[in-house]
């Protein structure tokens, strides 16, 4: 396969689905590499944010597929506890420095290491839609690594948004946008989901972290159209 592809990268017809779980930032320090060429966004001093976040990927570029993300609320600008997560939400960005992205399409895993460095790995993802809630779980090698459920809200408005994510090499720090549009959007505060961690050592190690079960806020967005842009270099301010 090649990565000469045509970017922006195409996402059509997405039902996205993410979560923010508070843990306390000292833990989530270990997450990252060091040293760190992100700030933590928290949402109180000491309080970082773990995202859990699938996707469905109805149509696209390389056909339907699933995902799971697992990554920290995180920015290369200058962050403020409280001030800096209150400004993002009023821009609708939500930055974030990818730990693990869980992935059941082969083309979509070799295309996200070769041309935006993503840590995907092959996995089976589910995400299923029923009785007002989707059920949505990742599995490597048969073993759980997180499910996550959660009810739908009144999906009454549309909604832009900006998903930009984060990785880390040797030459320093690797930033990417997608721009979203979702026909349908709902979200739910405080609560709206649960969350429940595997058996697998992702999951585990995870869960050993402090990472609360109930959510601080669950967004989710139907019939998105998404366009993943070509990866930049970025410096810590």
């Known amino acids: 396969m090649s990565d000469t592809i045509e970017l922006p990268l195409r996402l059509e017809d997405t039902l996205f689905i993410n979560a923010a779980f508070p843990m306390p930032s000292s833990n989530a320090r270990k997450l990252l590499p060091t040293p760190a060429r992100v700030h933590l966004v928290e949402g109180f ?40 997560l209150s400004q993002l939400l009023k821009e609708r960005r939500y930055p974030a420095y990818v ?32 009785d007002g809630r989707a059920t949505c779980e990742a599995l490597v ?6 499910q996550l459920v959660a009810e739908r809200p009144d999906t009454n408005r ?35 989901g649960t969350l429940r961690w595997g058996n697998h050592p992702i999951g585990q190690r995870l ?24 990866p930049q270099r970025r410096r810590l301010a």
């Open 207 to 230: 869960a050993n972290l402090g990472v609360k079960a109930q959510p601080l806020m669950v967004r989710y967005y139907d019939h998105m159209l998404a366009e993943l842009h070509a």
């Open 45 to 84: 001093p000491g309080q970082a944010l773990l995202i859990v976040a699938f996707a469905l990927y109805r149509r696209g570029t390389v056909g339907a597929y699933a995902e799971v993300t697992l990554a920290l609320l995180a920015t290369h600008e200058r962050a403020v506890p409280i001030i800096t």
């Open 141 to 146: 090698a048969g073993r759980s690594v997180v």
């Open 158 to 192: 549309t909604c832009n948004m900006q998903i930009e994510t984060y990785v880390q090499d040797s030459q320093g720090l690797i930033h990417t946008v997608m721009s979203c549009k979702a026909e349908a959007y709902g979200r739910t505060q405080g609560g709206g």
């Open 99 to 130: 730990l693990h992205m869980l992935v059941n399409n082969a083309e979509a895993q070799q295309l996200g290491l070769s041309v935006w460095q993503l840590p995907r790995q092959m996995a089976e993802v589910h995400v299923v839609e029923q």
